[in-house]
């Protein structure tokens, strides 16, 4: 089926730890995008990439780094997790005349 | 980040009922763009709004892009239970690539 592919889908981690969140999406579109949501808070926008090479910062970037290693794939790294990055995060890709499409979540608990 | 308000924050109707609900900024936006999202899955594009005034609708849904460009609404006719789930907005300024999110709205259908 065609779209959004995140792995894993849940993960338990210890303050200090790192990981990295995988994200591939066979539409063939540029755009790709990761999100992170918080009770309350909505969606917010952590790092997007436009096209293969290239990544730009979203709202909140801080203590997240990524890798767009081609078209493909999108892969969100946090290098030492900490409880305040305890969310849901959601990578997309998007079409230029339509919208995002979502993953179905990867599920962060960091105690 | 631009703040975008949804309201109301959650609604509690019987099935059957029309729903309405709509989102507001203090930017002006030049797309809007409403999702739904079930519980432990990733929100879906319900319906896309390019124009100031433009009118669409999807099945039962039916959602508007607001003259002044800084609000949109959403109206779902004749509720079902499946219509249950949360309803997000996302608006797109006229420079950038990203969307900015409102906090949602959660809907509960009472059968």
């Known amino acids: 089926n065609a779209g959004v592919t995140q792995t894993p889908k849940f993960q338990v981690l210890k303050t200090g730890q790192s990981m990295t969140l995988q994200c591939a999406q066979d539409m063939n579109h540029n755009s790709m995008y990761w999100y992170r949501q918080d009770p309350g808070m909505g969606l917010r926008l952590i790092y997007y990439?436009?096209?293969?090479?290239?990544?730009d910062k979203g709202e909140v970037p801080n203590g997240y780094n990524v890798s767009r290693l081609n078209k493909r794939e999108f892969s969100l790294r946090l290098e030492s997790a900490a409880p305040s990055q305890t969310s849901v995060y959601f990578c997309?890709?998007?079409?230029?005349?339509?919208?995002?499409?979502f993953g179905s979540g990867t599920r962060l608990t960091v105690v | 980040g631009q703040q975008l308000n949804q309201s109301p924050q959650s609604m509690f109707i019987q099935e059957g009922e029309d729903v309405s609900m709509n989102c507001t900024s203090s930017?002006?936006?030049?797309?809007w763009l409403w999702y739904k999202q079930d519980p432990g899955e990733g929100p879906v594009l319900l319906i896309a709004l390019y124009k100031a005034g433009e009118l669409t609708s999807n099945g039962r849904l039916t959602a508007q892009f607001g003259i002044t460009r800084k609000d949109s609404f959403l109206n779902i006719s004749a509720s079902i239970p499946s219509d249950v789930g949360i309803y997000f907005c996302a608006g797109q300024l006229n420079t950038g690539n990203q969307f900015y999110f409102g906090t949602g709205t959660s809907l509960t259908v009472i059968p």
């Open positions: 997309a890709e998007r079409d230029r005349n339509y919208g995002y499409t």
């Open positions: 930017s002006i936006f030049n797309t």
């Open positions: 990439s436009a096209s293969e090479g290239t990544t």
